[in-house]
């Protein structure tokens, strides 16, 4: 357990930047691990870009309303050396979707845990675990496609992950695969200390397979974390996808998550991200179509309150004719709360009948609250139809009249019409255990009643430290 240690209370971007410079350079050889040359090459790049770019800032046209800053602290410790290990995850958290039938796995801090073995190959020759372990048993599969999807010289964030990465998710589907349960993955930030942890994943879909990922992010400690997590999909010819993301953290908590999907000719990707809670989210979804035919399906939900602040970062490329995506994002914030939502669609010339649709919703309950919204076309093709827009306000005072007409109490009005607005988002969920719970948790969310002690076994403190302030300044 390695801590960053600096006595500026006030961390500025270069200062961190070089804290964990050294960090890398120190812990080099625990880094790499079992890592390949061309592995090691990868990293290194990604090192490098680093180091001469560093962080985020709100310079930057995709942070200009999200200030990373508060994020960077003098005191987080960095786990080099757990690697994966064996552990009774049920002994920590129960997950309490009932009746949901999946291949349960589990990350720890970054690290993979596991009952029985660290990398597991089914019957129909899907290949699912650690990343750390699939680099050693698997190395042609990881060389090929690490680093393939991820924009590693584009975003400091990316970049980083790429030198610091060590475990994971792994999954591989061979062709003509339609794996028969849903992959579970559970996210779990575990520690008594400040952590930074960069989980890395990878998942590749062969030609006509078929898989369903549930990824879960929960605390199960209000201590301070931050989280970097890349996850690179490729789906090939004829692939589809349904992928689901869902996201109950602590309001001490700092997740970033940086989605690259590529789809290459007749894919189909479906996409829900459903924020329940968390002091700061930012969700980067980056989705390149790159043959023809594709479909992609990005939809997501935000639920905020008090001074959380939550970011979605969508990024469509149409690079190939007759495709299709559909963008449908929605949030209700109160209190303090803050959300940013930036979506682009880029056209290419040579991506004749296209068809993409992009849209944003917003509720705000009071005037404390703020959301900064762009919907944003670029288009060079001339056959195409593509459409965006945005709309921010409050409850539809009509609707709520006329409800109150009819007996129903000014709370539950509200209660009703907050739910039907989420509902659109909700009811895109195919796994019906899933979409039952999420409708579950989605109602107390509104009603104020969720926290993120609600999936965890242990009887913990109540304590919050404060951690997420500033974030807007």
Known sequence: MTELNHNNNSLKHDVFKNILVGLYEKNHDKIIGNSSVIIQKLRQKAFEHFKQNGFPDKKMES??????????????????????????????????????????????????????????????????????????????????????????????????????????????????????????????????????????????????????????????????????????????????????????????????????????????????????????????????????????????????????????????????????????????????????????VLVGRNSQNTKAFQNNKNILLTDETKINTQPFLEIYADDVKCSHGATVGQLDTDALFYMRSRGICERTAKQMLMYAFAGEVVKKISIEPLRDNITKLVEKRLKGELSICDQCILNCSSREPRFIQNILD
Not at 85 to 110: A, E, M, P
Not at 240 to 267: C, M, P, W
């Open 63 to 344: 942070w200009r309303f999200t200030n990373p800053e508060p994020l960077f602290r003098d005191d987080y410790h960095i786990d080099f050396e757990s690697k994966f290990r064996k552990i009774d995850v049920s002994k920590i958290f129960t997950c309490d979707v009932y009746d949901l039938d999946t291949y349960c796995i589990t990350l720890i801090n970054g690290w993979f845990a596991y009952q029985n073995s660290p990398l597991s190959r089914l019957k129909d020759g899907t290949v699912i675990g650690s990343l750390y372990k699939a680099m050693e048993i698997y190395p042609d599969i990881v060389e090929k496609y690490l680093g393939s999807v991820a924009k590693i010289n584009e975003q400091g964030l990316v970049s980083l992950n790429t030198a610091f990465m060590q475990d994971g998710l792994f999954i591989y589907v061979p062709d003509n695969v339609k794996v028969e349960k849903p992959v579970q993955v559970i996210n779990i930030v575990d520690s008594d200390k400040p952590v930074f942890i960069q989980p890395r994943n990878l998942i590749i879909t062969g030609k006509n397979s078929n898989l369903t990922l549930v990824h879960c992010d929960h605390s199960l400690t209000h201590n301070i974390s931050f989280t970097n997590t890349v996850s690179e999909v490729v789906l090939h010819e004829n692939a589809f996808i349904d992928h689901y993301k869902v996201q109950n953290k602590g309001r001490n908590s700092a997740l970033l998550t940086s989605l690259f999907f590529l789809q290459e000719k007749n894919s189909i990707l479906a996409n829900n991200v459903i924020t329940l809670n968390g002091g700061f989210t930012r969700n980067q979804v980056d989705l390149s179509l790159t043959d023809e035919n594709c479909t992609a399906d990005l939809n997501g939900l935000y639920l905020m309150d008090r001074n959380q602040h939550v970011d979605n970062q969508v990024f469509v490329d149409h690079a190939a004719s007759n495709s299709r995506s559909n963008q449908l994002y929605k949030g209700i914030l109160d209190d303090q709360a803050s959300g940013v939502f930036y979506g682009k």
